[in-house]
C-alpha cells in the first residue's frame, strides 16, 4: 500500500463508517457493528500470532470470557455498566495470563493444542454451569446504559470503542515493545541471546492480545445484549484464525480484511444454505493452496522467516 | 463428607470399568492422531470427523446387512475401512502437495476438512440421531468382583490391548514400521536411499484414519451417533497425545488411561463438573513434565 495514500484512505473509511447508520436500514448497521467488533477481535489475535508467533489456537475463549464477564457483572452485581465492561476484559487478560503460564513452556504447535483444548473446559464449564451461566441457553436480554441501547447508539460505541483500540494495537505493534515481539517470532533463540527475556515478551503479548480479544467480547454484548456458549467454542477459534489467514497474517490491517469478508460471507451464507461449513472449508482450502500469505499478504513483503518451526 | 461415601461406594469399581472401556476408545483414536503427528507432523484436527464417519458408516454397514452378529462385526471391519479410504483421498489429494508449506497452515487445512467432512455427513446421513443396538451376542452382563459388567465394555477391554500389541507389532516389527519411524526423524535422507517417502506418508495417514474409524465404529453402540460427537473428542485425544509424548504408542495408553479414568472417576465425585478433572491431571502432568510423560520414541 502507498504510505502517503493510507493515511487518507483510512479517514475516509472513518467518515464512511461514521455516516453509515444513517444511510443503511437497521438490520444492516447491526451487522456492520458485529464486522467491526469481529475485525478487532481478530485483530487482537494477530498480535499473538502475527507478530508475537505464537500459535494461539484458542482465541475465542477471551473473547466468550470477555463477553460473560461483562454480561454476568450487568446482570448480577450492582455495579455501574462502566465497571462491567472493565471487569469482562479484565477477566480475559487473567485468563490469558493463566493459560499463557501452563501452555508457554510448550513449543510452538504443542502450545497451540493445549491452548485450544484447556479452551475447550472453559466452554464446557460455561456449558454446564446453568445457574452462574445460564448452560447452553446463555444469557439474554442483559440490560444496558440507556445511551447505548439503541441500535445506533451500540453502534457508534462499538465503531469508537474499536477504532481506540485498533489504534492503541497498531501503537503497540510499532513501539519498542512491538519490534521486541517480532524479533522473538522471527528468531526466538536471537532475541535471548541479545538479552531479551523471551518468555516474558510472549505472556505480556498473549495478556495484551486476551484484554482485547474481551474487549471484543464487551462490545458483543453491547450490540447483541445477549451472550452464549457457542461464542468461545474451539471451531469458532479457529474461524477467527482463518480470518487472519484469509487477511494477511503479517500485515496489520489483514485481519480486518478477512474478518469483514468472512462476517459478511456468513450473513449472506446463512440466507441461502445451511451449509456454512462447506463453504467455508472450501474457500479456506482455496486459499491455503493458492493464497497462503493472505489478501493483504499478497501486497506486503512477507517477513524472513525459520524453515522449521516444528 | 458426600465425596468420600461416593468415591468409596460399591459404585467405584464399576465406575472404573466403565472409565476402562471409554480409554479403549479413546486409545484407539488418540493412537491414530498419534501416529499422524509423529510421522507426518499434522496435527490432524479432521481426525474428530473421520471418527464420526466411522460411527456413521458401522450404522449404515448395519442397516444393509442386519443386527445380527454378522452384520455387527462386519461393520466394525468395513466401517474403519471406509474411513481408511476417505483418509487416503485426503492425503494423495491434497496433504501430499503441502508437506513442505508451515504447520499452521496444515493444521488450518485439516480444520477445513474438518468443516467440509462434517457437513458431507449432515448431507448423506442427515441431522437425525442414529443409534446402533448391540447384537443379542454381547447382550447382557457380566459379574465381575460381584458388580456387574455388561459384555460388550468387556469386549472393549479385550479389544483395547490387542490394537495395541497390533500398533506395536507394526511399528517396530515390521520394514513398513521402521522406514515410517525412519522418515519421521529424516524424510529427505529416506528418500535418498530410494524409499518412496510420499508412500509411507500415505500408508501412515491411511493407518492413522483406520484407526480413527475404528474408534467410531467400536463407540458407535453406546452413545447416540450424532453431529458433533466429533467436536469434543478431538479436544480430549489433543491432550491425551500432549500428555503422552508425541507419536510414542504406550504415551498413547497411558494418556487415555489418565484421562479415561479421571473422567468417569470425576463424574462420580462431582456429576456436573466431571469433565474437569481430566484436564486438571493434564494440567498437573504438564507442570511436571512439559514434555509429555514419555519421551518421543523417534
Redesign the interface.
Known amino acids: 500500500m502507498n504510505r502517503s495514500a493510507a493515511p487518507l484512505l483510512l479517514l475516509l473509511l472513518l467518515a464512511a463508517l461514521l455516516a453509515l447508520p444513517h444511510v443503511l436500514p437497521r438490520f444492516h448497521t447491526y451487522i456492520a457493528a458485529i464486522v467491526l467488533l469481529t475485525a478487532l477481535l481478530a485483530t487482537s489475535l494477530n498480535l499473538a ?1 502475527g507478530y508475537t508467533g505464537l ?1 494461539q ?1 484458542g482465541h475465542a475463549v477471551f473473547y466468550g470470557v470477555g463477553a460473560y464477564g461483562t454480561a454476568l457483572m450487568l446482570t448480577r452485581s450492582g455495579m455501574p455498566a462502566p465497571v462491567a465492561f472493565l471487569v469482562g476484559p479484565l477477566a480475559a487478560a487473567a485468563l490469558s495470563l493463566a493459560m499463557g503460564l ?1 501452555c508457554i ?2 513449543s ?3 502450545f ?3 491452548q ?3 479452551g ?2 472453559v466452554w ?2 460455561v456449558y ?2 446453568y445457574s452462574f451461566t445460564g448452560g447452553d441457553d446463555g444469557i439474554h436480554g442483559i440490560p444496558l446504559p440507556d445511551a447505548i441501547a439503541s441500535p445506533k447508539g451500540s453502534y457508534y460505541f462499538t465503531l469508537s470503542v474499536t477504532a481506540l483500540c485498533l489504534f492503541a494495537m497498531y501503537r503497540i505493534v510499532r513501539s519498542p515493545f512491538g519490534k521486541v515481539i517480532q524479533g522473538i517470532r522471527d528468531n526466538p533463540v536471537r532475541a535471548a541471546a541479545i538479552g531479551v527475556d523471551v518468555r516474558l515478551h510472549q505472556l505480556a503479548s498473549l495478556v495484551i492480545a486476551g484484554f482485547f480479544g474481551g474487549v471484543a467480547g464487551s462490545l458483543f454484548v453491547v450490540v447483541e445484549s445477549s451472550v452464549f456458549p457457542d461464542m468461545m ?3 469458532f477459534s ?1 474461524e477467527v ?2 480470518m487472519c ?1 484469509l487477511g494477511g497474517m503479517y500485515t496489520f490491517f489483514g485481519p480486518l480484511v478477512g474478518a469483514s469478508a468472512i462476517v459478511l460471507l456468513r450473513v449472506f451464507a446463512s440466507v441461502h444454505t ?5 463453504i ?3 474457500i ?2 482455496l486459499v ?2 493458492f493464497l ?1 500469505d493472505g489478501v493483504l499478504g499478497v501486497f506486503s513483503r512477507r517477513p524472513l522467516k525459520e524453515d522449521s ?2 | 463428607m458426600d465425596f468420600a461415601a461416593n468415591l468409596f461406594s460399591a459404585g467405584t469399581l464399576s465406575q472404573i470399568l466403565v472409565g476402562l472401556s471409554r480409554t479403549t476408545i479413546l486409545f484407539i483414536v488418540s493412537s491414530g492422531m498419534s501416529l499422524i503427528l509423529g510421522v507426518l507432523r499434522i496435527p490432524n484436527v479432521a481426525h474428530g470427523s473421520l471418527y464420526m464417519i466411522g460411527a456413521f458408516a458401522a450404522w449404515s454397514v448395519i442397516q444393509f446387512l442386519g443386527g445380527g452378529l454378522f452384520g455387527f462385526l462386519a461393520a466394525m471391519i468395513v466401517a474403519p475401512l471406509i474411513v481408511a479410504a476417505v483418509g487416503f483421498v485426503l492425503e494423495r489429494g491434497f496433504f501430499s502437495y503441502l508437506y513442505e508449506r508451515e504447520h499452521l497452515m496444515l493444521l488450518l487445512l485439516t480444520f477445513s476438512f474438518a468443516l467440509i467432512l462434517g457437513d458431507l455427513v449432515k448431507i448423506v446421513w442427515g441431522p437425525e440421531y442414529r443409534s446402533i443396538t448391540v447384537p443379542a451376542f454381547f447382550q447382557g452382563s457380566a459379574e465381575i468382583f460381584g458388580l456387574p459388567l455388561p459384555w460388550y465394555n468387556l469386549f472393549l477391554l479385550v479389544i483395547g490391548p490387542c490394537i495395541a500389541v497390533f500398533l506395536w507389532l507394526v511399528i517396530n516389527r515390521t520394514n513398513l514400521g521402521k522406514i515410517a519411524r525412519a522418515a519421521a526423524v529424516d524424510g529427505e535422507m529416506v528418500g535418498a536411499v530410494g524409499i518412496n517417502v510420499g508412500w509411507i506418508f500415505a500408508f501412515t495417514f491411511v493407518l492413522g484414519s483406520f484407526l480413527a474409524g475404528l474408534g467410531g465404529a467400536l463407540i458407535a453402540p453406546m452413545v447416540n451417533i450424532s453431529l458433533g460427537m466429533d467436536h469434543s473428542l478431538i479436544m480430549e485425544t489433543f491432550l491425551i497425545v500432549i500428555i503422552g509424548g508425541l507419536g510414542n504408542m504406550w504415551g498413547a495408553l497411558l494418556g487415555s488411561l489418565i484421562f479415561g479414568l479421571t473422567q468417569s472417576l470425576g463424574i462420580l465425585v462431582w456429576p456436573q463438573f466431571g469433565i474437569a478433572f481430566p484436564y486438571l491431571a493434564v494440567v498437573a502432568v504438564l507442570v511436571i513434565r512439559p514434555r509429555g510423560l514419555l519421551s518421543s520414541t523417534w
Open positions: 500470532i500459535y489456537f501452563i513452556r510448550l510452538k504447535l504443542y497451540g493444542m493445549l485450544i483444548s484447556l475447550s473446559l464446557a464449564v454446564r454451569w467454542f474451539w471451531t479457529l484464525l482463518i489467514l445451511r451449509y456454512w461449513g462447506l467455508l472449508g472450501t479456506l482450502t491455503i493452496i497462503p518451526d516444528a
